[in-house]
Every structure is written in structure tokens, then in C-alpha cells.
């Protein structure tokens, strides 16, 4: 079965990040075409892909060999090159891409500095153009620029026969979970009418459980922020006391359990009572602030017939 797809494959050689983002309206796209290594690179491998090119050529280039020349010898060992599409990008940065001259219309791709856009099956060759200019003119980390580069080529057309599957893939080395390996990044969208803007909700996801903010911006847990929390940790019977605002024992006991529920417990500093700004702003979304207390109506009725 062929993988009509556009995806891109890039390095952040300064940061240690090689990634590819991928779509395509096929089943779970995530799960064939991107392979990536910390400190070997990436290999997008589609249309009629030959899997075994993933992890062939990131063997081949952590044994430094340029992208162009790992990308050479893997076609030059396939029988079916003709058919297929593929994008590496190596350890140093340098990428190289190939379109077989069977693959379906629109087929194509090129490469910029640090990256590679390839596609099939397209509704033209804007689609990687527009890929190129967004990666090239958007900020910030690798994740966030292969996003941004995704999802222009869905803006520009993408695949010519519609959407169903989308991922994202970021190695660094130590950047998986607890540092035991180099997944960064590793997020999918199976089977979706509209994966891209679900594919941007992971990331932003992944961002607040994952992510980290400046200590000295973190929010110091008394006063107001203080009763949300514990009005929030009252209603879910995590705290049993009054709702004080005073960062207390009780506090800190019931938010250790709290954010440990949330998935939050890296974003909270339990001995300084402080907490990250985006979990801040995530659980006051999904729980609401503390409401002021409501006079009572019979200290409104004393209050009144006082006054008489």
C-alpha cells in the first residue's frame, strides 16, 4: 500500500534535535514513516516506503556518513527505488531528499538549511514550498518549527485525497521520560478527520506536563492563589480543612496528591509552596477560582433590624 504523505525532516545541530512531522490520509502515518536517532538524525521514508531505510540509514550516518551518501547507498540497495520517497537529514545538519519517478503526482521535495520537505500524491508543489517558508521563518524550538511547517503544508493543500493521520517526532539525547532515552517528543494522531489541530492540543500537552518554566517566574502558593487551590483540592477531597489561603502542612499534603493525580508534580515546588505558571493557569481552567463567600441571610436580616 502506498503512503501518500508530506512531511519534513530537520536538526537543531545547536540544541542536539533532530525530528520529523508527518501527515497524510492514511492510517496511523506515524508508526511507518518517521525514524530518528540523538546524534545519528532523521529518516522519512513514504510512498510504497521501505521501512527497513529508517533504520538503515540512521546506522549509516552515526558512522557519519553525509546525508546525501547514506541516502545514496540505501537507494542504490532497493529494487523498488523507483517507487519510493525519502527525506534524511544527518548529524551535522545536512539534508538531502529523493522522489522516485513512479511515485504519484504531485510528487516532490526540496531542502533548505537544516531540513527536507518532501510529498505525494499532493495538490501541488506549494505544499512543501509553504513547509519550507514556515520552517524557515518560524522561532522558537525544533518541535514547535516542524509543527509550524506541518501545518502550512495542510493549509496549502496537503494531500490531494484528504486527512486522517499526523505525528511528530523529536529525539535529543536524555530527552525521554526520566532521561532513559532519547524521546523527546513522540506524539500521534491515528485516525482523525482533522489530525493537525489535535496534533497541536498533544503538543500543547506535552508542553504542560512536560515542560519547564523559569524558577524565579514560578507563583508563590498563598493568598489567592492559595484558597483556589485549596478550594479546587476541597472539592475533590483532597483537602479536609478550612479554606484559609495560608500555605500550610495540610496544604502541601493534599497538593502533593493533587498534582500527583493532575500529572503535575514537576510543575510544583512542595517545600517553597510555589508553582509553575501554565499549571497555574491549566487547573483554574478545568476547576474555576475560588468564589468569595456569600453573606448569610440572617446575618443580612441582624444587620437590617439593627439598623431600624
Given amino acids: 500500500m502506498r503512503i501518500a504523505t508530506f512531511s519534513i525532516v530537520a536538526a537543531d545541530v545547536a540544541r542536539g534535535e533532530w525530528g520529523i512531522a508527518v501527515a497524510s490520509r492514511f492510517l496511523a502515518v506515524g508508526a511507518v514513516v518517521p525514524w530518528a536517532r540523538a546524534g545519528a538524525g532523521a529518516v522519512a521514508t513514504q510512498s510504497y516506503a521501505n521501512t527497513a531505510f529508517g533504520p538503515a540509514g540512521l546506522d549509516l550516518m552515526q558512522q557519519g556518513l553525509p546525508a546525501q551518501e547514506a541516502l545514496d547507498r540505501l537507494l542504490a540497495a532497493d529494487e523498488g527505488r523507483a517507487q519510493r520517497q525519502v527525506g534524511v537529514v544527518d548529524l551535522s545538519g545536512r539534508a538531502a531528499t529523493f522522489t522516485g519517478a513512479e511515485c504519484f503526482a504531485w510528487a516532490g521535495g526540496l531542502t533548505g538549511p537544516g531540513y527536507a520537505c518532501q510529498g505525494n500524491i499532493l495538490t501541488g508543489p506549494e505544499v512543501v514550498e509553504r513547509m519550507a517558508e514556515a520552517f524557515e521563518g518560524m522561532p522558537g524550538d525544533l518541535a514547535m518549527r516542524l509543527f509550524a511547517a506541518l501545518a502550512a503544508g495542510d493549509r496549502a493543500g496537503g494531500d490531494s485525497r484528504g486527512r486522517q493521520s499526523a505525528a511528530l517526532l ?123 463567600a456569600k453573606r448569610s441571610s440572617t446575618a443580612g436580616s441582624r444587620r437590617r433590624a439593627a439598623r431600624r
Avoid at 478550594?231 to 502533593?256: E, I, Q, W
Avoid at 514537576?266 to 483554574?284: H, T
Fill in 170 to 292: 523529536v529525539v535529543r539525547q536524555g530527552g525521554g521520560y526520566a532521561a532513559f532515552n532519547d524521546r523527546a517528543l513522540d506524539l500521534r494522531v491515528d485516525d482523525a478527520p482533522n489530525p493537525i489541530p489535535r496534533l497541536r492540543r498533544l503538543i500543547e500537552l506535552h508542553q504542560l506536563y512536560f515542560g519547564t518554566s523559569d524558577p524565579t517566574k514560578r507563583v508563590e502558593i498563598r493568598g489567592t492563589v492559595a484558597r483556589d487551590l485549596q478550594t479546587m483540592m476541597k472539592s475533590l477531597g483532597h483537602y479536609r480543612r478550612r479554606v484559609n489561603g495560608t500555605y500550610d502542612a495540610a496544604t502541601r499534603g493534599a497538593l502533593r496528591a493533587f498534582t500527583g493525580k493532575e500529572n503535575l508534580e514537576d510543575r510544583v515546588d512542595l517545600e517553597r509552596g510555589a508553582i509553575d505558571p501554565p499549571a497555574l493557569a491549566y487547573l483554574v481552567r478545568k476547576f474555576g477560582r475560588a468564589r468569595p
